[in-house]
């Protein structure tokens, strides 16, 4: 998708291919200050995979989230810091603040990574009520009056999606920057980076990311977290059928494929981003156990790839009851599998 193109985007602001909206995001500012990193390394090196079964309470009725980021409050420190950039999000409840920030960088021909809901983007095919604030894309071109350049990616794909470039108002781009609807409202919230002490990553950055996010799969503080959180969905969906109507609970098995096979995962729930950046990580420290992982992790996310499909066509779908049977019994397969690639990780890289 390419919208009119009457503005021209800054310099090395490619719009690039990619996966999930934040690694991709990051991808395109760190190519642009010239250090490019693949989203798979840089997902990793914040240990950015994870898993989580959470029930919300929304103003329509209960709503399970099943997600496979992790370190969502600590991703881009971490990520910074073992890379040697600064990365500091700013989050303002002031338009006028957020508008004049942003235009500040944006005249000095500076891309900005942005938050914002996808309901109020116009590159988006969405349902007039969806809101979701978690999302960014970067601004990276200005006409010097009323109207950017967002870079950003189809969100209908799975796997790599198609990046492309597209103008919006700046008053358009306000109401999604400063909306106030749940899930995650994205607070006007931008990012600020610094590459004067950048490095490429190094055998101990990747050591460490890795050590952080098995330690988070393997012990995490509750159980609906890492492999013990797979345990507990393999046990919850069951109870699906009795806690929804039938409505909700076609939408909740439809949100799932969602969240595993379309919403910027990468496909199979991060997991074949994250196989890929420990093939990245063999090949820099020559660790080929880090090797083996990967291909467990790949075959966990067929897995769960499986799980998505089982629930594409869940609007209108018959089966319902043997279908939760057969993801059950999937998602304990998942923690056996994720557990032993972990623990294969963790014996032979820190422990």
């Not at 500012?29 to 010239?34: A, P, T, W």
């Not at 604030?133 to 794909?157: E, R």
């Not at 950048?198 to 330690?215: G, M």
């Not at 098995?253 to 379309?262: G, V």
């Amino acid at each position: 998708m390419i919208g009119n193109l009457e503005i021209e985007p800054f310099e090395n602001c490619p719009s690039l291919d990619g996966y999930h909206c934040q690694t991709n995001s990051l991808a395109k500012i760190f190519y642009s200050y010239g250090h490019p990193l693949s989203e798979d390394m840089i997902l990793g090196l914040g240990a950015g995979m994870g898993f989580i079964y959470w029930k919300m309470k929304m103003e329509t009725g209960t709503f399970v989230f099943i997600g496979g980021r992790g370190n969502n409050k600590n991703f881009f420190n971490d990520l910074g810091k073992r890379i040697g950039v600064k990365i500091r999000a700013v989050s303002t409840s002031s338009t006028k603040k957020a508008k004049a920030s942003l235009l500040e960088k944006l005249v000095k021909d500076e891309p900005v990574m942005v938050f914002g809901d996808m309901g109020f983007l116009p590159w988006f095919d969405l349902p007039e009520d969806y809101h979701f604030g978690g999302h960014t894309f970067v601004i990276c071109g200005f006409n010097g009056k009323d109207t950017v350049l967002a870079s950003d990616m189809d969100q209908k794909a799975t796997g790599l999606k198609k990046g492309f470039y597209h103008p919006i108002t700046l008053d358009r781009l306000q109401k999604a920057r400063g909306s106030t609807y749940k899930p995650f409202p994205p607070k006007n919230t931008y990012l600020e980076f610094d590459f004067e002490k950048f490095h490429d990553p190094k055998a101990d950055d990747v050591l460490a990311s890795i050590k952080q996010t098995v330690e988070s799969q393997l012990n995490p503080p509750i159980r609906n977290l890492g492999v013990k959180g797979l345990r507990h969905t393999s046990k919850e969906i069951l109870k699906w059928p009795n806690m929804f109507k039938d409505r909700d609970l076609r939408m909740n098995l439809f949100s799932l494929y969602i969240f595993i096979e379309i919403g910027g995962t990468g496909g199979g729930c991060f997991r074949y981003m994250y196989s890929r950046f420990l093939k990245e990580a063999m090949e820099l420290t020559g660790n080929k156990v880090m090797g083996d992982s990967s291909e467990i992790l790949h075959l966990a996310g067929e897995k769960f790839t499986e799980i998505g499909l089982l629930f594409k066509d869940a609007e209108n779908m018959g089966n319902i009851d043997e279908k939760i049977e057969i993801a059950s019994q999937k998602f304990e397969e998942l923690a056996r599998i994720e557990e032993k690639a972990y623990r294969l990780l963790k014996e032979d890289t820190y422990s």
